[in-house]
């Protein structure tokens, strides 16, 4: 059961990272944003991935892992559901970079959770899986809709 959440998590957790050039070009096209600003938005996406580690260095050893976990699962639901509306370059890129915050302790869970597990190697294979086969899928399929 880890291993299927892990997989699903993280795959989804970094879904605008991994579908970033449909995403982008979306940007563009459809609220007329700059390819600067695309580009700034994909990268403040990736950022909140990054620095959602820093913190964890922190907390990771002080918190219930599942209730963290389900507190960050709130938090990117409602960053995101909040960041669909939104046509404005600066409060979209806050708010994902909000969402990507969360998605991030997330999938840091994810991981410190596979260090713990007796399949940490197995467990790995599927989480790189998760995200390839998503990113490829979605890459396919985006850019129809």
């Not at 944003?33 to 990736?46: C, D, M, N, T, W």
């Not at 890129?93 to 998605?103: E, N, P």
């Amino acid at each position: 059961m880890l291993i299927l959440a892990v997989t699903i998590f993280g795959a989804v957790m970094p879904a605008l990272l991994l579908l970033a050039p449909v995403i982008a070009g979306s940007l563009i096209d459809s609220y007329a944003f700059s390819p600067a600003e695309a580009g700034y938005i994909v990268s403040g996406e990736l950022a909140g991935l990054a620095f959602a580690t820093l913190p964890s260095l922190y907390w990771l050893d002080r918190v219930d892992w599942r209730r963290a976990a389900r507190v960050a699962l709130f938090l990117a639901a409602i960053a995101n559901a909040v960041s669909l509306p939104l046509t404005s370059f600066t409060e979209l890129l806050v708010c994902r970079f909000a969402a990507s915050m969360a998605a991030g302790s997330v999938m840091v869970i994810c991981l410190a959770s596979l260090a713990g597990s007796t399949e940490k190697a197995r467990g790995f294979g599927w989480w790189i899986f998760g995200q390839v086969a998503f990113g490829a899928l979605g890459l396919l399929l985006l850019p129809h809709y």
